[in-house]
């Protein structure tokens, strides 16, 4: 068994509104700052212990698909590190 973190990242899919991103992009020109777009994510770090990285990004992508994401409207990625 190996020690693991996986980071999953979760955003809305292209084309679904982003309330919380327009409000952050309008307050960003406000400041002065340039865009072009900006985009919210909620990113998820799970420790846990697996047999290999594969395995270990399988029981993330299991839990983004469960529970961290509605795959009607969220897109997700899974990068895993050895801790």
Do not use: C, W
């Not at 996986?6 to 327009?22: N, Q």
């Not at 340039?34 to 998820?44: G, H, I, M, P, Y």
């Amino acid at each position: 068994m190996g020690a693991y973190t996986a980071t999953v990242t979760v955003r809305l899919k292209e084309g679904v509104r982003d309330p919380e991103a327009e409000t952050t992009a309008r307050a960003l020109e406000r400041l002065g700052f340039d865009l072009e777009t900006l985009r919210s994510a909620d990113r998820f770090e799970v420790d846990l212990d697996a047999e290999s990285a594969d395995a270990a990004a399988n029981r993330a992508e299991a839990m983004a698909e469960r529970l961290l994401a509605n795959p009607t409207i969220h897109d997700y990625t899974v990068e895993v590190t050895e801790r």
